[in-house]
């Protein structure tokens, strides 16, 4: 873990009215000098005094005798050893221990990163370590020293990563140590040939950065991306340099003249606060720039509300949004909805009479110290009972772990190969945004921006989304590939099926490591099958299809299907849906509109015509009597009827849309009544997703009700929906509502209606 000389392009303090502002935890001042005090170099134990006082300041009551003979080993390891800058080598575990110390790490943690470079770089061996100072730092420093073997670059064996992550992921304080490894030795990276930092700040930028962000130690972030940003883009990072010299040389401070006015707001209010003014860090000031173009005084920084409980920061954000101008926009609730970090705070902003909009930050102090050190912030996760530091497996059980991390090594658990494990985390560490959606229970589901319904679906079943139909967003039916926005509420459609199959499709549609994963391993573990060879009457169903003359054939099919077997109904099936894509592509048959049209019978009679065989009686002699097609009534509905050419009554459901229409244009409308016969048949429309058997499982639940298919019609599928419609027959009206039921059961079904359409 050898780091160099100090990097002369390290972002420095700024002099002039900036030194106001009150910054995050400044870990920049924790240079050499600040190690090694005023003492000389042959004086270094001095130097553990840092650590110590930095540690109490967290941790008033905590033990520092562990420190203390973790220092002495450390010191009598490495002593003879030197850095490429000339420094004894102890300086760099002794920096990395006080980047830690500051964030607030607790005794066990800092133990170890005293010891992290010992068992790698000196004749101290891990056992060593485990019967001096305990199990604890043993598995620490051995994780640290893993991961040190780990290449993170475009090189790097996908295998040994994965083993690597692994074998550190189960203690998020192993990451914390890597992480102020990294920072220290990115602060010391100048001696170095240009080549090799930029390749080192590569990997930082491409790997633990956005491991940083997860873990939520943004106090490491920010400064890491900085220091990136002076190695690989020096011009710009100048440029921002001197935007950031040139505002802090201003005589007058539109952020210190609003953090005044917030105090004497939140004053009156009799709420007790601390607003201090926050500067970008370079990086974000760069962006803004970009953003924003030319840059005023607000935009260099954002103002902190620190405050003691939960209530306050809404009772905060209350008094700002109303003794100033809020920019409602810029709203969002992180105390509501953590973000997946473990972030916490409110986000809001507030406009000057002059235009500027200055961002305001509302949190606890609590919340401020997670936001600062994420993980490092939640002290040891093995505090409890003995029995619980371990699984049965052998694996930590980290109960603080933060649901990435942990989502994380589900993934590389579920992945069918190192390489899709690998290349699904890089692009997962990409995507630096996230959104928030919400299920229908009140629950959120935390997912990157971009991500689609099949990202959520698995996000909150796992691999049970295999059998996911479909979804609703914001309460309408939505594909599985539509993008969710941030706050979107959605309703997942599940099936009941156990082998539910997930579509090779929704690969295109899924932006998370959870979905692609389990995917793939699905296709991975369930290779296609060749295609079956066809039947003869299969082929010859198929190509009367295709000749225009599928009508009877594929309507026999259905009705045959309905009493018989469940081999039968399934080949009705796989017919009818082959000769629906047929139709589709071919659109050989003008009158079917592309749609699959079945007719198993003729009608019942002239008294009903096409619609139902239920009686419907009329009080004028020698009528003929017809019941509706557009809205198909059936005892008990309520009736009316409409005289028509020919002497032909029209009898339709007293809510049908064509009644209005045919009283407008003054038709006779004639008194109806039902007879005595319950027999009745129906027009049903059914709404569903596509997905295998679901025809052959649909209408053997139809069967199961007693009613007869007399005609089908089955729509292409568009965009995973089906449209389907059924004219029934059923011995009694009453069995209707039961009908309908049980076709809404049928999994992959959302919706079920009778016949209602204009028209008569």
């Not at 009156?268 to 606060?273: K, R, V, Y």
């Not at 993008?483 to 199959?501: F, H, I, Y």
């Not at 007399?710 to 089906?722: D, I």
Request: proline share 6%; charged share 25%.
């Amino acid at each position: 873990m050898s780091a160099e000389a100090t990097n002369p392009a390290t972002p420095g303090p700024v002099a002039g009215p900036a030194a106001r502002w009150r910054a995050r935890i400044d870990l920049r001042r924790l240079g050499r000098a600040a190690l090694l005090g005023p003492a000389a170099r042959d004086r270094l134990p001095d130097a553990i005094g840092h650590v110590a006082e930095a540690h109490r300041a967290h941790h008033p009551d905590a033990d520092l005798e562990p420190l203390r003979r973790a220092w002495v080993l450390a010191e009598s390891s490495h002593r003879g050893q030197m850095r490429k800058s000339g420094e004894p080598y102890i300086t760099h575990p002794l920096a990395v221990t006080l980047i830690l110390a500051e964030l607030g790490a607790e005794t066990t943690t800092l133990t170890a990163s005293l010891l992290h470079d010992t068992v790698e770089d000196t004749e101290v061996t891990l056992d060593q370590v485990g019967e001096e100072f305990g199990a604890e730092v043993r598995f620490l420093v051995d994780g640290v020293t893993k991961l040190e073997k780990v290449d993170y670059g475009a090189a790097a064996e996908p295998e040994t990563f994965r083993k690597m992550l692994v074998a550190t992921g189960n203690d998020v304080r192993v990451m914390s140590i890597k992480l102020a490894d990294r920072l220290h030795n990115m602060r010391t990276l100048g001696v170095m040939r240009p080549e090799k930092q930029a390749r080192i700040a590569k990997v930082t930028r491409d790997v633990l950065i956005p491991l940083a962000e997860r873990l939520g130690v943004q106090a490491l972030k920010t400064e890491l991306e900085d220091l990136v940003f002076a190695i690989l883009h020096p011009e710009e990072y100048e440029h921002t340099r001197e935007l950031i010299v040139d505002n802090a040389s201003r005589a007058d401070d539109p952020l210190a003249e609003i953090a005044d006015e917030v105090r004497g707001v939140l004053r009156e209010a009799g709420i007790q606060a601390e607003v201090v003014i926050r500067p970008r860090h370079f990086v974000s000031v760069h962006r803004t720039a970009r953003k924003r173009g030319t840059l005023r005084g607000a935009d260099f920084g954002r103002l902190l509300v620190l405050v003691g409980e939960d209530a306050d920061c809404y009772a905060v954000l209350g008094e700002l949004h109303t003794c100033m101008t809020p920019v409602v926009s810029e709203f969002k609730d992180f105390i509501a909805v953590p973000k997946f970090n473990l972030y916490q705070s409110l986000h809001t902003a507030v406009a000057r009479g002059d235009g500027q909009v200055v961002e305001v930050l509302i949190r606890t102090h609590q919340m401020h110290k997670v936001a600062e050190a994420g993980v490092v912030a939640l002290g040891n996760p093995y505090v409890g009972p003995p029995e619980e530091p371990s699984a049965a497996d052998g694996e930590r059980v980290d109960p603080t772990r933060p649901g990435w991390l942990s989502r994380l090594l589900d993934w590389q658990a579920a992945a069918p190969d190192a390489d899709t494990f690998w290349s699904t985390l890089r692009e997962d560490l990409a995507q630096d945004r996230e959104i928030t959606v919400f299920r229908p229970d009140g629950g959120t589901l935390g997912l990157p921006e971009g991500a689609t319904c099949v990202d959520a679906a698995y996000a909150q079943y796992g691999e049970d989304a295999h059998a996911c139909l479909g979804a609703r967003v914001n309460g309408r039916l939505a594909t599985l590939s539509t993008v969710l926005k941030d706050g979107d509420t959605v309703q997942l459609l599940m099936g009941q099926d156990p082998a539910a199959e997930p579509s090779k499709e929704w690969l295109e549609h899924a932006h998370t490591p959870a979905a692609r994963i389990a995917i793939q391993r699905w296709i991975a573990t369930h290779p296609s099958p060749e295609a079956p060879e066809e039947t003869e009457d299969t082929e010859q169903r198929a190509g009367e299809q295709r000749g225009g003359t599928a009508g009877a054939t594929t309507g026999a099919t259905i009705g045959a299907t309905t009493g018989g077997t469940d081999a039968q109904v399934e080949r009705g099936a796989a017919n009818i849906f082959r000769a629906a894509a047929a139709e589709s592509s071919a659109a050989d048959t003008p009158d079917s509109g592309g749609r699959i049209i079945a007719e198993a019978q003729a009608s019942a009679g002239p008294a009903t015509d096409r619609s139902g065989a239920a009686v419907a009686l009329v009080d004028q002699p020698g009528a003929t009597v017809r019941l509706a097609g557009c809205c198909t009534p059936v005892p008990p509905d309520e009736i009316t009827g409409f005289a028509v050419r020919g002497g032909v009554v029209t009898v339709h459901r007293v809510e049908c849309a064509a009644v209005e229409r045919m009283k407008g244009v003054g038709r006779t409308e004639v008194g109806v009544r039902w007879g005595d016969t319950a027999e009745c048949r129906v027009t049903l429309f059914a709404e569903s997703f596509g997905r295998p058997h679901l025809l052959a499982d649909l209408t053997e639940a139809m069967a199961g009700e007693g009613a007869e298919i007399v005609s089908a019609t089955v729509e292409p599928p568009s965009q995973q929906r089906v449209r389907h419609t059924y004219t029934v027959q059923l011995p009694d009206a009453a069995l209707l509502p039961a009908l309908m039921r049980a076709m809404r059961n049928v999994p992959g079904v959302y919706d079920v209606s009778r016949a209602q359409t204009p028209g008569g």
